[in-house]
C-alpha cells in the first residue's frame, strides 16, 4: 500500500473496507448511469429512433470487442495485484502492471485496427445495417485508449483503492455528454444536406450516430488523461515502494502473462456473453424483421426504443451491482490469499444484500412508473416503450444478481465456473429467443422476454466448495488453510477465545461446528502457532472426546513440542489413551527445534493401521515416497546429541520473552505481549493503537521496516494482532523493537 493509501485509510471508519470503496465506486457509477441518461434526452430527440438505431448497433459491436479486448482487465488485473499485496510482493504487483499494460496496447492496437478496417464489412453483411458504418469507424479507436484505461483502473483496484476509477469515471462521462450531444447535432445537419443531394435519407441519422460516438471516444480520452496524471503525481512514491520490497521471488513478465491470460480469459467469456447476447440478439431480430416483410426504417426504429430508452434505464441500477461485485473481487482474493476466509461469507451476505435493496426497489419502480417515466424523460406517451420496459423489470433483479455471483465465483477462484454457467444461459436464450421471433411472432418484446431468460438462467448458480469439511482452531498458523483448500476441502473455523490476555478453546462452538459441517477431520496446532497456548492434558482430553464421538480423524501438528517454557509441559496427544491414538495422526519435525528446516524432513507418527496405509498411499502417489539421507542423518543426530543445544536455546528464548515483555511494558504500553507458554513466535496485541488492517501494516513494513507476520493472514480474529519471531540475537530483536518504537513516536501514537 502506497503512502497516499495509507493516508487515505486513516479517515476511514473502522466499516469494512471493501464497502466503502464499493459504496465510492457505485456512487460513481450511479452518477454516470444519471448523466447518461439525461444527456440521452436530447441525444434521442437529435437522432430521432432511426438514429438510436445506427448508434446502438454500432455500439453493441464496439461493446463485444470492448469485451475481447479490455473490459476483463480490470478484473484480472485488481485480482492478481491483490494476490501479490497480500503477500506484500509489491514488486511482483508492480510487474502485474507493466506487463498487463503492454498487453493491453498490443490487443487493444490490434482490435482497434481490425474494426476500423472491417467496420463496412461488419456493418453491411453480419449486422444488415449499412449505414452503421460511420459510427463503428469512429468508435474503433475507443478501443485502444480503454484497454490501456482499464489496466490502470485494475492496478488501483487491487491495490485497494477505488477513487481513481471512480473519479475518472466521471470526467469520461462528462465528456462523453458534451461531446456526443455537439457532435450529433452538428454531424446529423451535415449528414441530412449530403442526403438530400444523395437521395439517402437515412444518412442524416447515421451521421448523428457517428457524432455521438465521438463523444464516447473523447470521453475515454479525458478518463485515461486522468489516469495518468494521477499516476504521474505519485510515481516517486510508487518508485519509494519499490525499493523497500524484500521479495526474493521476482515473478518473469512470460510467467505473469501466462497468469493474466489464465485469469481474463474466463473473466472476457463470463462477462461478454452478455453483450454477445445483446448482438446476437439485434442480428436475429434484423433479419427476423426483414424476412417478416418490414423495411430498415421499420425495424430500426424499433431497435432504437430497445437501445435508446429500455436499455439505458436499465442499466442504471445494475450499474450499482457492477460497481459492488467490482469492488468485492480484490477484497475477497485479499482475504482468501491471507487465510481470513472467515470473513467471506460477511462479505457476500453484505454485497447481496445491498444489491437487492436497489435492484428490487428499481423494478417495482419500473414496473408501476413506466409509462410516466418514459413522458417525463423521453417525452414519448406511445405504448410500446412503456410496455418494454414494464415486461423487462424484473431483468433488474436477475442480471444485479448474476452479476455479483459472478464477481463472487471470481474472488473466491472459482474462474471457469461463470463462464460455464454463462454459456448454458447463452444456448438456452438463444433458443427461446428464436422460438419467440418466429413461432409467436412477439416484435420487439422478444428482446425483452429473451432477456429475462437469459438472466434467470445466469442467476441460477450456487456455489458449494467440494469435498468433505476440515476443522481448525483460529488464528492458526496461515500454511492450514492452503493444505485444506488445495485439497479440495471445506475449510470450517472456530475462533480461539481471548480473554484477560489469555487464550482457551471455545468447546460449544466446536462441536456446533461439526454438527453443522458434518466435519470429517480436525486439524489441530500443539503447541499453538502463533498464540502460543500449549494445551493442558484436560483440553485436550476434550478435544479428542469431540473427535471420537463424531468419528472424526485428528491430525496433531505437533512441530514445537520441544520449546515449552517453564512452568509448562507439552502432552502428546496421541499419548493419552490408546483409543485417541487410534484417530490420531501426529506431526513432528526437527526442523524447528534444531534449525534444520531446509533438509525437508518431518515425523509422521500414525498408530492406525489403516489410516497409517491410507497416508502411505497419499506419499506415493505424490512421488515422495522416501526422505533424503541427510535429512534422516540430521534428524537421527539432533535428537539423539542435541539436548544440550535445546537446553541453552531454551533458557536464550526465555531471555527473549523477557526481554520483549518489559521493552513493550516501559517502551510501548499500548503494545500488549499474549504470554506464551511455548514456541518461539510472540503474538503481540496491538488492537490499542486503533488502526485498520492496512494502517498498522503500514506503520510496521513502511514506518518501522519491520517484515513481521500481520495477523489478519492466521484468520480474521487475528486482525489487530502481530507475530514475531524471537529465534534471533537479542540484539538483532532490539533493534527491531527500536524501530518499531520510533515509527510508532513518529505517528504521535505514544503520546
Known sequence: MSETEAQTTKKRTKKDDYIVQGSILAAAAVLTKIIGVVYRIPLTNILGDEGNGFYGYAYQ???????????????????????????????????VFICSLAFAIGVGLFISLTIFLGAGLISTHLMKSPLSVYALRVLAPGLLIVAVMAVIRGYFQGMGTMLPTAISQIIEQVFNAVISIVGASVLFGIGTKAGEKSGEELLGPAYG??????????????????????????????????????????????????ALLLTAIPVVFSTAVYNINQIIDLTIFNHVMESQGYVEKEYMALQGIYTGKYDTLINVPMAIANALGTSL?????????????????????????????????????YFVLASPIMVLLYNDSSATPARLLMAGAIVVVLYGLSSVTNSILHGLNYMTSPAKNAAAALGIHLVAFVLMMTVFKMNVYALVGGNIVFALAMAVKAYTEPGESVLMLQPV???????????????????????????????????KKIRENDVKLLLFCSPHNPVGRVWKREELEKVAALCLKYHMTLVSDEIHSDIVYKGHKHQMMASISEE?????????????????????????I?????????????????GYSQPNLMGMEACQAAYENGEEWLEELLVYLQGNVDFVRDYLKQEIPKIRLIEPEGTYLLWLDCRELGLSVEE??????????????????????????????IACPRQTLRQAMDQLRDALNAEAFLN
Not at 222 to 235: A, D, E, H, M, T
Not at 486 to 506: A, F, Q, V, W
Not at 582 to 600: E, H, M, R, W, Y
Not at 702 to 711: C, E, F, I, M, T
Open 209 to 258: 450516430a457517428a457524432g455521438s460516438t465521438l463523444g464516447t471516444v473523447i470521453g475515454s480520452l479525458s478518463g485515461l488523461l486522468f489516469l495518468l496524471f494521477v499516476i504521474f503525481l505519485y510515481k516517486n512514491v510508487i518508485r519509494k515502494q519499490l525499493k523497500r520490497d524484500r521479495t526474493q521471488n521476482v515473478e518473469s513478465y512470460s510467467f505473469l502473462l501466462k
Open 61 to 95: 459491436v464496439y461493446a463485444i470487442a470492448l469485451m475481447i479486448s479490455s473490459f476483463s482487465l480490470p478484473t484480472a488485473v485488481s485480482k492478481l495485484v491483490s494476490i501479490r499485496l497480500a503477500k506484500r510482493q509489491r514488486r511482483n504487483a508492480f510487474r
Open 580 to 604: 485417541i491414538a487410534d484417530i490420531t495422526v501426529t506431526c513432528t519435525a526437527p526442523s524447528k527445534t534444531f534449525n534444520v528446516a531446509g533438509l525437508q524432513l518431518s515425523n509422521i
Open 329 to 365: 473481487v480484490p477484497s475477497l482474493t485479499a482475504v482468501v490469499t491471507a487465510g481470513t476466509k472467515k470473513q467471506v461469507h460477511n462479505k457476500i451476505n453484505q454485497t447481496l444484500r445491498l444489491t437487492m435493496v436497489i435492484a428490487i426497489p428499481s423494478c417495482t419502480g
Open 696 to 725: 498498522l501494516e503500514h506503520l510496521v513494513v513502511d514506518k518501522a521496516n519491520l517484515w513481521l507476520d500481520p495477523g489478519f493472514i492466521f484468520g480474521a480474529v487475528g486482525e489487530g494482532f502481530e507475530r514475531i519471531n
Open 606 to 622: 500414525i498408530s492406525n493401521p489403516k489410516l497409517r496405509e491410507k497416508f502411505k498411499h497419499e506419499v506415493m502417489q505424490a
Open 477 to 511: 498458523y496461515y500454511p492450514f488453510r492452503e493444505v485444506i483448500e488445495d485439497n479440495g476441502r471445506k475449510l470450517i473455523g472456530s475462533p480461539l477465545k481471548l480473554e484477560d490476555g489469555h487464550y482457551t478453546i471455545d468447546f460449544e462452538d466446536i462441536e
